[in-house]
């Protein structure tokens, strides 16, 4: 469940049911203003609600002052060790101070930021990490690290709320998934505020993106967490920005752009397809429409699955097809593929989501389609081994129930934005280059060009 209380980080709320906020760190020098803010509008330009910034010397709290006035989004200064930095921080207007109460020198010093952060109504970010418990916790840490992490945890907060400040949210911070989860959880039924949620030194693009999916996931499912940061091994902080959106689509608890669906391929594949999934999902990144879009390998199917999806494409040799709302729209030559998906896409963003039929050339296209779902007629498709396998599954729940027929929404292309409030929005888009030798099916059945 979300928490119960909520805070304002700037204009962000963070628990109490508000969605929950994406944010991210710099990997800048802080007193490097330029590059600083050169990544704070990157990381705000790919979604980021919030932004981290390290505040270890005078120098960085001099760049902070102007930082919080030009950031798109709210400014959290982290502070370690040094009180008096955390002071100078709330000084120079940072929106929220990311403190952990164990190692800033004691409970006077905690109280005087306290004070401080109270007076200029400032919140705070409290929080405990694995590497880090406080010396009293180290035995239960090796019996119970779970319990240690949430003691430590609850102990801060009892701290803070003895200084009468109850404006933060906490987090507890493992490089263990499993821990992470348990932790998170049990904290979760002891305290009303906000958490946030991370893996510490989670790892590389590819192996923190998992961690962070499965534990910050697991979590999010559970309705666990209140705001997120994906820590990644990268100096890009926009990829923990896109990665931690992409967990959110995935769970459905926002909603930011395009969402992109695709076959896994297999040897029915009638194009490199890993090619043309990266194009089509790299020039995706320019729209900020919640479109959904299909890649479908090949044509044997039909749209099957990707009915629901507002556009999609399908190959053949030689050939392949547009489709919007499990409809056809046009067949077109095979090298033309993407470049007619985007045609349409754009065509339709730009008249507020609806999208034109043209019968003759659909009706073209669905007979295309037709012909070839009937030449492979007795082909078990993963698509079709998994649709057997849900009506087995369905006719053994309830043998009289709904199932067996198509029931999902006939989505009708041309209703899409009829008289009701447009959903999409033209965006500045470009093409991208991509490297055709890197696919393992390079060649296979055709070249692209261009
Ligand atoms: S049969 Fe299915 S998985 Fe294989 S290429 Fe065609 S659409 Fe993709």
Redesign the pocket.
């Known amino acids: 469940m979300a928490s119960k209380r909520q805070i304002w980080v700037g204009g962000v709320p963070i628990g109490g049911g508000a969605p929950v906020a994406v944010q991210t760190m710099t990997k800048t020098e802080t007193a490097d203003l330029e590059a600083t803010m050169e990544q704070i509008r990157t990381v705000a330009g790919a979604g980021a609600d919030l932004v981290r910034v390290a505040v270890p010397r005078d120098k960085d709290v001099v760049a902070l002052k102007t930082i919080v006035t030009e950031s798109p989004i709210p400014v959290i200064a982290d502070i370690h060790f040094n009180h008096t930095l955390a002071l100078k921080a709330i000084d120079a207007g940072a929106h929220c101070i990311r403190l952990n109460p164990g190692n800033i020198g004691g409970r006077d010093k905690v109280a005087e930021v306290a004070v401080l952060a109270n007076a200029r109504n400032v919140p705070m970010r409290i929080g405990v990490n694995s590497g880090s418990l406080p010396k009293h916790l180290h035995a239960l840490e090796r019996e119970a690290p779970v319990e240690a992490l949430v003691a430590a945890a609850v102990e801060f907060v009892e701290l803070m709320e003895g200084l009468e400040f109850e404006n933060f949210k906490v987090s507890i911070k493992s490089t263990n998934v499993p821990n992470t989860i348990a932790a998170n959880r049990l904290l979760s039924e002891k305290v009303p505020y906000p958490l946030h949620l991370g893996i510490t030194e989670a790892g590389t693009k590819w192996t923190g993106s998992l961690k962070s999916a499965v534990g910050l996931g697991t979590l999010l499912a559970d309705g666990v967490g209140d705001t997120v940061r994906i820590s990644l091994s990268t100096f890009h902080a926009e990829e923990e920005v896109k990665v931690a959106w992409e967990i959110l689509k995935a769970l459905g608890l926002r909603e930011r752009g395009p969402v992109l669906i695709a ?8 194009f490199d ?1 890993d090619t043309v999934v990266a194009e089509i999902e790299q020039r995706l990144e320019s729209y900020a429409e919640p479109i959904e879009v299909a890649v ?3 044509a ?2 039909g749209i099957g699955e990707a009915s629901h999806a507002d556009f999609g494409i ?1 190959g053949a040799r030689n050939e392949g097809l547009i489709f919007a709302h499990g409809k056809p729209l046009r067949k077109v030559p095979q090298d033309d593929l993407v470049d007619a998906l985007f045609e349409e896409i754009d065509k339709s963003v730009g008249q507020g989501g609806r999208v034109d039929v043209e019968e003759a050339e659909a009706a073209e296209g669905a007979e295309w389609l037709a012909k070839i779902e009937q030449e492979n007629a007795g082909e078990l ?3 079709r081994i998994a649709a057997m396998e849900a009506a087995a599954v369905q006719a053994t729940e309830d043998p009289t129930g709904p199932g067996s027929g198509d029931e999902r929404a006939d989505g009708d292309a041309a209703e899409a934005g009829d008289g009701a409030e447009p959903y999409f929005k033209p965006v500045k888009r470009g093409r991208v280059k991509l490297d055709e030798d890197a696919s393992p099916t390079q060649g296979r059945r055709f070249t692209r060009t261009g």
Do not use: F, I, S
Not at 263 to 270: A, N, S
């Open positions: 076959c896994p391929t297999c040897g029915r594949l009638q397809m479908l390998g090949c044997v199917n399908t498709t993963p698509e």
